[in-house]
């Protein structure tokens, strides 16, 4: 079975620095995405970034990027200059391509604090 | 046009009692799925409908939960004969196909409290 582990239940960073999150998966599949998600006290999900796991590339979105390492099977968020509404929680997900549903598969998340 | 939308926002129920959460999609989207998220856990998933085709039921957790959708429009998350344990808050996201590439966007859930 696919699984996503966050390793790292809180973190915490100052305003305007970087902070990295870190993120692991299991999976016997070649062809996936990845995702990081971003869940406010709203509680309402935002796509953060994805990476299509045949793209050697990746994936950048403005002040978010990736490191994915698919032989290791890491998939780590970097966040640079970070801001106060950057403040939520965080969550890795995984999903085959082409296998049928494409139902998310979700880590457990990280609380991420930006301190000002 | 506007996003996904559910309803109720807050639902407190007494245990042995029957709920309906409803998720209305963004229109035009023919996938729809529903996810549960525990309190300070990930989102699990529960079901997912694609136009016509018969619902992937694979994460449901137990035969009281059971869902419908009318064609490509609303859906109903039933749970018969609620447990505290099914405190929860759950999410319905919907996208405009199945493939993996098709963003799946979320509402922004109800949170279901079972005294």
């Known amino acids: 079975a696919q699984t996503v582990t966050q390793s790292q239940p809180e973190m915490s960073v100052q305003e305007a620095e970087t902070v990295t999150l870190s993120c692991t998966y299991d999976t016997s599949e070649s062809d996936y995405y990845l995702f990081w998600y971003k869940q406010p006290p709203s509680r309402q999900m935002i796509l953060v970034i994805r990476?299509?796991?045949?793209?050697?590339q990746n994936a950048t979105e403005n002040r978010f990027s990736v490191n994915f390492q698919k032989a290791a099977k890491s998939f780590s968020l970097k966040i640079s200059d970070s801001q106060l509404g950057d403040a939520a929680m965080y969550f890795c997900a995984y999903t085959p391509l082409g296998g049928g549903s494409e139902k998310l598969v979700f880590g457990k998340g990280t609380k991420l604090t930006v301190n000002p | 046009g506007a996003g996904v939308s559910q309803s109720p926002s807050n639902k407190v129920t007494e245990k042995g009692k029957d709920v309906e959460l409803r998720c209305d999609p963004i229109s035009g989207h023919t996938a729809l799925y529903w996810y549960r998220q525990r309190l300070g856990q990930g989102l699990e998933f529960l079901i997912y409908?694609?136009?016509?085709?018969?619902?992937?039921k694979s994460g449901l957790p137990s035969d009281r939960f059971s869902a419908e959708r009318t064609g490509e429009s609303v859906s109903t998350l039933t749970i018969q004969r609620t447990q505290q344990e099914d405190s929860a808050v759950y999410l319905c996201?919907?996208?405009?196909?199945?493939?993996?590439?098709?963003?799946?966007?979320f509402g922004p859930g109800t949170r279901l409290t079972v005294l």
């Open positions: 990476q299509e796991a045949y793209k050697q």
């Open positions: 409908f694609q136009g016509n085709s018969a619902p992937d």
């Open positions: 996201a919907s996208s405009a196909g199945l493939a993996a590439h098709n963003e799946q966007f």
